[in-house]
T-cell receptor, first 114, second 112 residues
């Protein structure tokens, strides 16, 4: 079966510019996660969706970050405007459902803000 | 939330056995995960422990002691390809809440 797909894999932008990341989870997975991972750190949850509903977005910096998961499948994460500190890898993951299920991660988008 | 602690780096020799420890502090418990992450790649699932004891899966085993808030990942017959970061992760407590909190990861270097 196809894994979690993310695009783009790499993105370089200047500060104050907008950027968007796209994620297509594994077919049939109801729960979708966006994580941020800095170098040498573990992933940190930004937002979790159950179907199309954002059920945990307490870690999402809402002044500049937004996310959506229309129709409960694909999801986009947007940053506007980007800041230098946003340089990181943005990982998308999905799991069968909410619960102690294995999460399957996509390859991530490496964002560099200059 | 959870507080998870694991060593930053470890080095071991090809063919040897290495144990990567993880301690956690939690107000509730919903199991403990181990993930492997090669440099520049996505984390991949290794194991999930919810009961005390050792679970073996090929060359990899994972141990859990809930009373001690302690887990370890045991890698046997180390191979060069095992060089990676190993992430310990625990779900937050609370009914229906399965937000994973990850440790910072242990970077394992396997040398010839």
């Amino acid at each position: 079966e196809a894994g979690v797909v993310q695009s783009p894999r790499y993105k370089i932008i200047e500060k104050k510019q907008p950027v968007a990341f796209w994620c297509n989870p594994i077919s049939g997975h109801n729960t979708l996660y966006w994580y941020l991972q800095n170098l040498g750190q573990g992933p940190e949850l930004l937002i979790r969706y159950e179907n199309e509903e954002a059920v945990d977005d307490s870690q999402l910096p809402k002044d500049r970050f937004s996310a959506e998961r229309l129709k409960g499948v694909d999801s986009t994460l947007k940053i506007q405007p980007a800041e230098l500190g946003d340089s990181a890898v943005y990982l998308c993951a999905s799991s069968l459902d909410a619960g102690p299920y294995e999460q399957y991660f996509g390859p991530g988008t490496r964002l560099t803000v200059t | 939330g959870q507080n998870i602690d694991q060593p930053t780096e470890m080095t071991a020799t090809e063919g040897a056995i290495v144990q990567i420890n993880c301690t956690y502090q939690t107000s509730g418990f919903n199991g403990l995960f181990w993930y492997q992450q090669h440099a520049g790649e996505a984390p991949t699932f290794l194991s999930y422990n919810v009961l005390d004891g050792l679970e073996e899966k090929g060359r990899f085993s994972s141990f859990l002691s809930r009373s001690k808030g302690y887990s370890y990942l045991l890698l046997k017959e180390l191979q060069m390809k095992d060089s990676a970061s190993y992430l310990c992760a625990a779900p937050n407590s609370g009914a229906g809440s399965y937000q994973l909190t990850f440790g910072k990861g242990t970077k394992l270097s396997v040398i010839p």
